[in-house]
C-alpha cells in the first residue's frame, strides 16, 4: 500500500525521480525518461534527446531530422521557402539541400541571372 506513514520516505520506481527531497507517494514519483514516456514537447519531425537530470529536473533536447529545419519544437520542411526564381528543391538521402535551377539562372538558391 502507498500510504505516508509519517516515517518513511518512498523508493521511486527505476528511471524516475521527485522534483524535492522525500517522496512520501509514488504518486510524485515523476519519469526521467521523457522520450520514452512522451512527456516532451519534440516536433513530430524532429528527434528527442533524453540529457542528464537538472537538479532532479528531468531535462531533452529536440532536434529536427534530416531534411527538416528548426528549433526542434516546430519543423518545416528544409525546401520551403529555399530555392528562388522557379527552382526545384531536391533532398539527398540524409536530407541535405540543392536547388535544381531553371535555365538561366545560377547561384546556391537559383539566386542569380546570368
Request: charged share 20%; glycine share 10%; proline share 4%.
Amino acid at each position: 500500500m502507498d500510504k505516508y506513514d509519517g516515517r518513511i520516505c518512498k523508493t521511486c520506481p527505476v528511471s524516475t525521480t521527485t522534483y524535492q527531497t522525500g517522496s512520501h507517494s509514488i504518486t510524485q514519483c515523476l519519469s526521467t525518461n521523457q522520450c520514452k514516456s512522451g512527456a516532451h514537447k519534440c516536433h513530430w519531425l524532429a528527434a528527442c534527446m533524453d540529457l542528464p537530470d537538472d537538479n532532479h529536473k528531468p531535462r531533452y533536447s529536440c532536434k529536427c531530422k534530416p531534411g527538416y529545419v528548426g528549433n526542434g519544437n516546430q519543423c518545416t520542411d528544409a525546401c520551403e521557402g529555399l530555392c528562388m526564381n522557379g527552382a526545384t528543391c531536391l533532398k539527398t538521402g540524409r536530407g541535405e539541400t540543392r536547388c535544381l535551377c531553371l535555365p538561366g539562372f545560377t547561384g546556391r538558391r537559383c539566386e542569380s541571372r546570368f
